[in-house]
């Protein structure tokens, strides 16, 4: 499952300037990194794609359908069986590679949970089988992120308004690159009801995320060599003096830990992680109880 200059994470990796300091004699310190600043955690681009190597093996049939969302982008809609509208919704945001078989195989697993699940695609109908194309993709968005969050935007309003849904509750879900545009729609769209980022790149300017008003689970990696714990600390501080209510979750584990179809999958802590999502979601987005007969 395995993307604006500025803001919205470029992807060459830099670092902060450094500020002169007015007082002779005294060294710089180098400024707080930003998401501007560190898009890849300080890796070169190299490094970072070596954290996404795909391992053989197919997912799952989808059982869902493609559906058009209102910016003129294709979604993926999967529901539970024997669905009524009025459905808690989950906007599932795909890693780098783009919305391939194994997020349709998310968002259907999404649906075991009583809730509807829309997979987006932020690549134009393109998906990657190899970190180089993945890492184009992903920078193309990163160039210029505002048709990226209109797409969110966009499958928000789909699952409030269309028919087989009318969502009461949406929560988005993303990972890596997915996981960052997961806090992006949460920073954008305040009616949001809840976000989760699995080892998103974290904005830690607290007044950008002042405008969150959704709790928000963060699962990270302790052996992330691109969102180290430092950074990951900084993203609970900042989060914190913004008042934003959220909850971080670490692991001993690799970036990309959650994939399946990677090869440093780690089956374990990926479990774990899918046992809290689900708990969080299910006090977040409650399931309505089948009415009985």
Same mark, same amino acid.
């Given at each position: 499952?395995?993307? /604006?200059?500025?803001?919205?994470?470029? *992807?060459?990796?830099?670092?902060?300037?450094?500020?002169?300091?007015?007082?002779?004699?005294?060294?710089?310190?180098?400024?707080?990194?930003?998401?501007?600043?560190?898009?890849?955690?300080?890796?070169?681009?190299?490094?970072?794609?070596?954290?996404?190597?795909?391992?053989?093996?197919?997912?799952?049939?989808?059982?869902?359908?493609? *559906?058009?969302? /209102?910016?003129?982008?294709?979604? #993926?809609? %999967?529901?539970?069986?024997?669905?009524?509208?009025?459905?808690?919704?989950?906007?599932?945001?795909?890693?780098?590679?783009?919305?391939?078989?194994?997020?349709?195989?998310?968002?259907?697993?999404?649906?075991?949970?009583?809730?509807?699940?829309?997979?987006?695609?932020? #690549?134009? $109908?393109?998906?990657?089988?190899?970190?180089?194309?993945? /890492?184009?993709?992903?920078?193309?968005?990163?160039?210029?992120?505002?048709?990226?969050?209109?797409?969110?935007?966009? @499958?928000?309003?789909?699952?409030?308004?269309?028919?087989? *849904? +009318?969502?009461?509750?949406?929560?988005?879900?993303?990972?890596?690159? $997915?996981? $960052?545009? =997961?806090?992006?729609?949460?920073?954008?769209?305040?009616?949001?009801?809840?976000?989760?980022? #699995?080892? $998103?790149?974290?904005?830690?300017?607290?007044?950008?995320?002042?405008?969150? +008003?959704?709790?928000?689970?963060?699962?990270?990696?302790?052996?992330?060599?691109?969102?180290?714990?430092?950074? *990951?600390?900084?993203?609970?501080?900042?989060?914190?003096?913004?008042?934003?209510?959220?909850?971080?979750?670490?692991?001993? %584990?690799?970036?990309?830990?959650?994939?399946? =179809?990677?090869?440093?999958?780690?089956?374990?802590?990926?479990?774990? @992680?899918?046992?809290?999502?689900?708990?969080?979601?299910?006090?977040?987005?409650?399931?309505?109880?089948?009415?009985?007969?």
């Amino acid at each position: 499952m395995a993307r /604006s200059k500025g803001i919205a994470l470029a *992807v060459v990796a830099s670092f902060a300037a450094v500020a002169a300091f007015a007082q002779e004699g005294k060294k710089p310190e180098p400024a707080a990194p930003t998401s501007q600043d560190r898009p890849l955690g300080g890796l070169s681009e190299e490094e970072f794609q070596k954290l996404h190597q795909l391992k053989e093996g197919e997912a799952p049939p989808a059982k869902g359908t493609l *559906v058009d969302l /209102s910016d003129g982008t294709k979604a #993926y809609l %999967a529901l539970p069986e024997h669905a009524a509208p009025g459905l808690p919704a989950v906007i599932v945001i795909h890693e780098w590679w783009g919305l391939n078989s194994h997020i349709k195989h998310w968002a259907d697993r999404l649906t075991l949970t009583g809730r509807a699940a829309l997979a987006v695609d932020l #690549y134009g $109908g393109k998906t990657a089988t190899d970190p180089k194309g993945a /890492s184009e993709l992903m920078q193309a968005v990163n160039a210029n992120a505002d048709p990226a969050v209109k797409t969110l935007l966009a @499958a928000r309003d789909f699952v409030k308004k269309d028919a087989r *849904v +009318k969502a009461t509750k949406v929560a988005s879900l993303g990972w890596c690159f $997915g996981g $960052g545009m =997961s806090l992006r729609l949460a920073i954008n769209a305040p009616d949001l009801d809840a976000c989760v980022m #699995y080892y $998103g790149f974290p904005e830690t300017d607290a007044k950008k995320l002042a405008a969150i +008003k959704a709790p928000l689970l963060g699962i990270f990696g302790n052996k992330d060599k691109a969102i180290d714990p430092p950074l *990951v600390d900084k993203f609970d501080q900042a989060l914190t003096e913004a008042k934003v209510v959220h909850t971080i979750l670490r692991y001993d %584990a690799e970036h990309a830990f959650a994939n399946p =179809s990677n090869k440093i999958y780690d089956a374990k802590s990926a479990a774990d @992680a899918w046992e809290k999502v689900q708990k969080f979601l299910d006090e977040k987005l409650p399931v309505a109880a089948p009415a009985k007969k």
